[in-house]
């Protein structure tokens, strides 16, 4: 059956509800009950008996999304451990002794970043407080520090593949291809997709391109001055940060190195007899894998937080517990997002929409960049990228498939625009959570940050265009060449101050 417009509905809904409520659950099920009133004539008990029973219970008892469930509840688990041990800030004092100039510690920060790949939201969490006292010291700015932790918590954590991040959206790319009966692994697409990821790879490259060249935008430059400006106790900060999340000094480094070292070593030991990385391995095989490596990872950590009475164990095992509840909205949203896709699936959105943008002759080369900006605009609005990817998944891929678009490219731009609209987005949980971090004003960083942002967002759009003709990865370096042309030509050196730094 052609349900035409109507199809349209359930995305429509879900987008305008998470708007509006900035809920991502309430809008992904409101959109999902669209649906079902579709399908059952405007019943309502009808549609209620059928979201419940055709869908969620469904998506449940699929035993590849059970295990995508599992996997995230452990990894849940081991990043509350890993959040709560104070590892992460007894490694960051650990440096303070060789950090001493302006770019030193902006690098630091920026590896320190990146070293907390495992969670988006501890970043900001773990390496500001750090840092903060270093950066009021040598004087830069709150709102710099704020914007490399945004730039280095959901920009790194969406390219790694075994972690929430990845495991997440690689739950809804299967969902996708079940639903178009494609024979290809969610995993290899996600791989191919990291070129193609050009916002993050932009965000993430952006961070040292500035501080060796010392430029800046903006309100960021004014942001500097002032900084320039100001005295600070580091002592006394330093002392405060040091308490870290337990409020003790017993925290080692090993406490970070050590369990990441043993996820990654489970994961190759239990993986590599099946020929990974160089091979194809089996999905469930992989989540298996992952999920021991996380396992054995906390059980580590636990052990090191005994030995190093940074907690008793009770504590400890309540931690991870607590942890492992954190992970109930993201294993409801996914629930809620497959069953959203299922439905548009069966509703024929995505082809309503392919063959309305061939009736008008709509380029298939423009396809990218389009799902881009709408991405971009949704996670702008909702301040949510995973509720975007949610909602946007399920249209970009059948587009891509429809229009013979390499599925990377597809998925690179519905994770780029997510991105892009996250980091401009005032409700963004990360950009909150990075000003916290720095301990500077949420909408001092957003005006600092936004123009950061927008010069990367103007480039992944041009480079999206590119991709979507060439479908070559090239596009990336493109990207990254056009970023570097940007900062010679409107930036401008820092003051002598900095320059001495340097």
Same mark, same amino acid.
């Given at each position: 059956?052609?349900?035409?417009?109507?199809?349209?509905?359930?995305?429509?809904?879900?987008?305008?509800? @998470?708007?509006?409520?900035?809920?991502?659950i309430?809008?992904?099920?409101?959109?999902g009950?669209?649906?079902?009133?579709?399908?059952?004539?405007?019943?309502?008990?009808?549609?209620?008996k059928?979201?419940?029973?055709?869908?969620?219970?469904?998506?449940?008892?699929?035993?590849?999304n059970?295990?995508?469930?599992?996997?995230?509840?452990?990894?849940?688990?081991?990043?509350?451990?890993?959040?709560?041990?104070?590892?992460?800030?007894?490694?960051?004092?650990s440096?303070?002794?060789?950090?001493?100039?302006?770019?030193?510690?902006?690098?630091?920060?920026?590896?320190?970043?990146?070293?907390?790949?495992?969670?988006?939201?501890?970043?900001?969490?773990?390496?500001?407080?750090?840092?903060?006292?270093?950066?009021?010291?040598?004087?830069?700015?709150?709102?710099?520090?704020?914007?490399?932790? $945004?730039?280095?918590?959901?920009?790194?954590?969406?390219?790694?593949?075994?972690?929430?991040?990845?495991?997440?959206?690689?739950?809804?790319?299967?969902?996708?291809?079940?639903?178009?009966?494609?024979?290809?692994?969610?995993?290899?697409?996600?791989?191919?997709?990291?070129?193609?990821?050009?916002?993050?790879?932009?965000?993430?490259?952006?961070i040292?391109?500035?501080?060796?060249?010392?430029?800046?935008f903006?309100?960021?430059?004014?942001?500097?001055?002032? @900084?320039?400006?100001?005295?600070?106790? %580091?002592?006394?900060?330093?002392?405060?940060?040091?308490?870290?999340?337990m409020?003790?000094?017993?925290?080692?480094?090993?406490?970070?190195?050590?369990?990441?070292?043993?996820?990654?070593?489970t994961? %190759?030991?239990?993986? *590599?007899?099946?020929?990974?990385?160089?091979?194809?391995?089996?999905?469930?095989?992989?989540?298996?894998a /992952?999920?021991?490596?996380?396992?054995?990872?906390a059980?580590?950590?636990?052990?090191?937080?005994?030995?190093?009475?940074?907690?008793?164990?009770?504590?400890?095992?309540?931690?991870?517990?607590?942890?492992?509840?954190?992970?109930?909205?993201?294993?409801?949203?996914?629930?809620?997002?497959?069953?959203?896709?299922?439905?548009?699936?069966?509703?024929?959105?995505?082809?309503? +929409?392919?063959?309305?943008?061939? &009736?008008?002759?709509?380029?298939?080369?423009?396809?990218? @960049?389009a799902?881009f900006?709408?991405?971009?605009?949704?996670?702008?609005?909702?301040?949510? &990228?995973?509720?975007?990817?949610?909602?946007?998944?399920?249209?970009?891929?059948?587009?891509?498939?429809?229009?013979? +678009?390499?599925?990377?490219?597809?998925?690179?731009?519905?994770?780029?625009?997510?991105?892009?609209?996250?980091h401009?987005s005032? +409700?963004?949980?990360?950009?909150?959570?990075?000003s916290?971090?720095?301990?500077c004003?949420?909408?001092?960083?957003?005006?600092?940050?936004?123009?950061?942002?927008?010069?990367?967002?103007?480039?992944a759009f041009? *480079?999206?265009?590119?991709?979507?003709?060439?479908? &070559?990865?090239?596009a990336?370096?493109?990207?990254?060449?056009? /970023?570097?042309?940007?900062?010679?030509v409107?930036?401008?050196?820092? $003051?002598?101050?900095?320059?001495?730094?340097?």
């Amino acid at each position: 059956m052609d349900y035409g417009f109507l199809s349209l509905l359930p995305p429509i809904v879900a987008v305008v509800m @998470a708007i509006k409520s900035k809920n991502v659950i309430l809008s992904l099920f409101c959109g999902g009950f669209v649906g079902t009133m579709i399908f059952a004539s405007g019943n309502p008990f009808l549609a209620t008996k059928s979201i419940i029973g055709d869908y969620l219970f469904v998506q449940l008892t699929d035993s590849y999304n059970a295990g995508v469930i599992v996997l995230v509840i452990f990894i849940g688990g081991f990043i509350k451990l890993m959040e709560k041990s104070g590892g992460a800030q007894a490694f960051s004092k650990s440096v303070y002794k060789y950090v001493n100039t302006k770019l030193k510690a902006q690098l630091c920060a920026w590896v320190g970043g990146i070293l907390i790949f495992f969670s988006d939201l501890g970043t900001p969490l773990l390496v500001g407080p750090v840092f903060r006292p270093l950066f009021d010291k040598l004087k830069i700015s709150r709102e710099k520090l704020a914007w490399i932790l $945004d730039s280095t918590s959901s920009p790194v954590a969406i390219l790694i593949p075994f972690i929430g991040w990845g495991v997440y959206i690689m739950g809804l790319i299967q969902a996708e291809f079940d639903n178009l009966n494609v024979a290809q692994s969610d995993y290899a697409t996600f791989v191919e997709a990291i070129p193609f990821q050009i916002y993050a790879i932009l965000a993430i490259i952006m961070i040292p391109l500035s501080a060796f060249m010392k430029k800046d935008f903006s309100q960021m430059k004014k942001a500097e001055a002032e @900084a320039a400006s100001r005295e600070y106790s %580091f002592e006394e900060d330093v002392q405060g940060a040091s308490k870290g999340q337990m409020g003790t000094g017993n925290a080692r480094p090993s406490m970070v190195i050590v369990p990441i070292v043993v996820v990654f070593a489970t994961l %190759f030991i239990t993986l *590599a007899p099946l020929g990974f990385p160089f091979q194809k391995v089996d999905g469930n095989a992989f989540r298996v894998a /992952l999920t021991m490596g996380y396992f054995f990872g906390a059980l580590v950590l636990m052990a090191l937080i005994g030995v190093y009475r940074v907690k008793n164990f009770q504590d400890t095992f309540k931690i991870y517990v607590d942890g492992m509840k954190g992970m109930t909205d993201v294993a409801v949203t996914l629930v809620l997002a497959w069953s959203l896709g299922s439905m548009i699936s069966a509703l024929g959105t995505a082809e309503f +929409i392919v063959n309305g943008l061939k &009736s008008i002759h709509f380029s298939a080369g423009l396809v990218p @960049a389009a799902i881009f900006v709408f991405g971009a605009f949704v996670s702008f609005s909702t301040g949510s &990228s995973w509720g975007t990817f949610a909602i946007m998944m399920p249209l970009a891929i059948p587009m891509a498939h429809a229009f013979g +678009i390499p599925y990377a490219i597809a998925v690179g731009a519905v994770l780029s625009g997510g991105l892009f609209g996250d980091h401009c987005s005032p +409700i963004s949980d990360t950009t909150i959570l990075s000003s916290t971090g720095a301990q500077c004003d949420l909408v001092d960083h957003v005006k600092t940050q936004l123009p950061y942002a927008c010069v990367n967002g103007v480039i992944a759009f041009g *480079a999206f265009v590119f991709a979507g003709f060439t479908r &070559s990865p090239l596009a990336v370096v493109l990207a990254v060449t056009a /970023l570097f042309g940007v900062m010679m030509v409107w930036g401008r050196r820092g $003051d002598a101050s900095g320059r001495a730094d340097g």
